[in-house]
C-alpha cells in the first residue's frame, strides 16, 4: 500500500508548531502533525507570561476559553545584589483593558487547549511519536519523516520543523548545527502553590491581576542569565537561569542558583509558606540573530525555538514561536494557492515575511547582546553592587552632607571600575542597543 500523504507535516506540537499546523489548516490543507510527548505541552516550560498579540492573529476571540491565569499590570525590573535590589517598577491601571496585552498561563493546560483548537481546525495529531528522521528524495529535498512507530515513512509537500530548542531531527539532518553552550541557557523552574487570597495580599492585586518580576545581579554569581518570579492565579512561578558554558565552567548547579534566589531577603517573604508543586528544567536558546540556522531549504521550514527564535533581552519567546509558525503556515497555504512548489526558492518567502515582521527586525536589533553580556561579566556582578552601594549611601540619613555623598558615590564608582571603564561600559552598551 502506497504511503499517506499530507500537504504538510509539522514537527512538534508547541506554539510554534501550533501555530503553523493551525494556519494550515484553516487553510484547507491536509496537516499531520506530530509530538512526542503524551500530549501537547506535557514536557514543555515557561515562565510563563504569554503575549496576547501573537495568538490574537490565530484566534482572536481565544479570551473565551483558552486557560488564562492573570493579566499583567504591573512589571517589576530588579537589579539584585547579595541583600538588596534595585528596582524600576510599572503599574498601570490602563492594563486592566478589555482586552488585555499579557498573561501568565500555565503552559502544560495552555499547549492542550491550543492543540485542542489546531484539531477543531482540521489538522490530525498523533502523540507519544518522536520523528526520528527526515526522508530525503535523490536530490536530496526532503519528502517526509519517519518516526519511530512501526510503520513506513509519512510523506507529505513541505515539513515545518518546530521541534523546540534541542530539536535532535534538525541537527542529525544537517539543518542546524548543534546547540553551542555559549548560545544557550539552562533554566530551572518551579511552580510554588499559595492560597489566592495570599498571592493577592502578597503582590496588592485584585480580581484576575497580576504581577511579573524580572531579575538579574548577582542571583547568577557572575554568570550571563536573569531570574523571574510571576504570579498565576494560585501559584507562583519562580526561575532562573544561566549561559550553559558559564555553568559548566564555574561548576554551579541551577539547582543551586534556584535555592539561593528563593532565600534572598527580597524574594523570600513573597514567597513564605509556599508548597512546591513541581519542578523543571529546559533549555532556552539565546545565541540571537547570529546563532539563528537557516530557516528555509528543499522542502523545509524552521519555526520558534528550533530556529533560535528567542529575544533574550525583553524575555520574549513564545510570541515569536506563534508568530513564526503562523508565517510558516501562511506562506506554504500560499504557495499552494499559487500551484508552486515548496522548494528553496519559492519557500525563501517565509524568511521575506519574517524579516518584514518584528520577528527578525527584533532579532536583528539585538544582535550584538549575547556578545557583550558574555565579554562584560561586570555587568551581572559589579554594576549590581555599585548600584546598590550608592543607593545606600544617598538614601542613609546620617549627618553627612549631600555633595560628600556625591563625591563618596563618584569615589567610590572611580575606585571599583575606573572612569575609563564606565565610559568603555557606557559606549558598549549603546552600540549593543542600538
Ligand atoms: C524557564 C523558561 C521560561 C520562559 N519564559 C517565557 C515567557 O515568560 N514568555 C515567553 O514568551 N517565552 C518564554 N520562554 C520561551 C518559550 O518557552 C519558548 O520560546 C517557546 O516555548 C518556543 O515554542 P516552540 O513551539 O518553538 O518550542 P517548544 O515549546 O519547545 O515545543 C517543541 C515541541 O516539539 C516536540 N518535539 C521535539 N522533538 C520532537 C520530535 N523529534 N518529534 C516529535 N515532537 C518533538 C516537543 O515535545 C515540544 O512539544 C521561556 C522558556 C523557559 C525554558
Redesign the pocket.
Known amino acids: 500500500m502506497a504511503p499517506e500523504r499530507f500537504d504538510a507535516i509539522v ?8 501555530a503553523a499546523a493551525y494556519t494550515m489548516a484553516k487553510g484547507g490543507l491536509k496537516v499531520l502533525q ?4 503524551e500530549y ?2 506535557a ?9 496576547a498579540e501573537a495568538l490574537e492573529h490565530l484566534i482572536p476571540d481565544f479570551r473565551e476559553d483558552a486557560p488564562l491565569e492573570r493579566h499583567v499590570i504591573e512589571q517589576r525590573v530588579w537589579m539584585m545584589d547579595d541583600t538588596s535590589h534595585t528596582g524600576f517598577s510599572y503599574r498601570s491601571d490602563d492594563f486592566n483593558e478589555e482586552k488585555p496585552n499579557r498573561y501568565t498561563i500555565i ?1 502544560a493546560q495552555f ?1 492542550r487547549w491550543l492543540s485542542s483548537r489546531v484539531r477543531d481546525a482540521g489538522a490530525t495529531l498523533i502523540t507519544e ?4 528522521e527526515l526522508l530525503r528524495d535523490l536530490q536530496g529535498r526532503v519528502i517526509g519523516v519517519l518516526t519511530d512507530r512501526h510503520g513506513g515513512p509519512i510523506l507529505a509537500d513541505v515539513v515545518v520543523m ?4 534541542n ?3 534538525g541537527q542529525r539532518s544537517g539543518l542546524r548545527e548543534e546547540l553551542k553552550p555559549k548560545t544557550v541557557a539552562l ?1 530551572v ?1 518551579e511552580m510554588l502553590f499559595l492560597p489566592q487570597e495570599t498571592v493577592e495580599s502578597r503582590f496588592n492585586l485584585t480580581g484576575d491581576a497580576g504581577v511579573v518580576i524580572e531579575a538579574m545581579g548577582t542571583i547568577t554569581q557572575g554568570m550571563t542569565g536573569t531570574g ?1 518570579l ?1 504570579t498565576n492565579r494560585e501559584s507562583l512561578a519562580i ?1 532562573v ?1 544561566a549561559i550553559v558554558s558559564d555553568l559548566a565552567a564555574t561548576g554551579i548547579k541551577p539547582y543551586a542558583l534556584l535555592d539561593a534566589f528563593k532565600r534572598h531577603p527580597s524574594i523570600a517573604p513573597l514567597i513564605a509558606g509556599a508548597e512546591v508543586k513541581e519542578y523543571a528544567a ?3 536558546p539565546e545565541g540571537g540573530f547570529n546563532a539563528m540556522p537557516d530557516l528555509h531549504g528543499e522542502g523545509w521550514l524552521i ?4 530556529a533560535h527564535l ?1 529575544n533574550a533581552v525583553h ?7 506563534m508568530t513564526s ?1 503562523r508565517i510558516a503556515g501562511e506562506t506554504i497555504v500560499w504557495l499552494k494557492r499559487r500551484r508552486e512548489p515548496c522548494d528553496k526558492e519559492h519557500l525563501a518567502e517565509y524568511r521575506k515575511r519574517l524579516e518584514d515582521s518584528f520577528v527578525l527586525k527584533d532579532m536583528r536589533k539585538y544582535r550584538k547582546v549575547p556578545d557583550l553580556l558574555h565579554g562584560n561579566r561586570q555587568l551581572m556582578d559589579l554594576y549590581p553592587r555599585l548600584l546598590s552601594g550608592a543607593a545606600q549611601t544617598w538614601l542613609r540619613v546620617d549627618g553627612v552632607d549631600k555633595r560628600a555623598k556625591e563625591s563618596a558615590i563618584l569615589r567610590d564608582l572611580r575606585r571599583k571600575r575606573g572612569f575609563g571603564g564606565l565610559i568603555g561600559d557606557a559606549v558598549k552598551l549603546a552600540r549593543a542597543w542600538r
Open positions: 514537527v512538534g506540537a508547541g506554539p510554534s508548531g501550533n506530530i509530538e512526542r510527548g501537547p505541552g514536557k514543555n516550560v515557561q515562565g510563563a507570561i504569554l503575549y503552559r499547549d511519536t518522536t520523528v526520528t518546530a521541534e523546540g530548542v530539536g535532535l531531527v533554566a523552574k523571574f510571576y526561575g537561569g529546559h533549555l532556552i519555526a520558534g525555538d528550533a528567542v524575555r520574549e519567546g513564545s510570541n515569536l514561536a509558525g
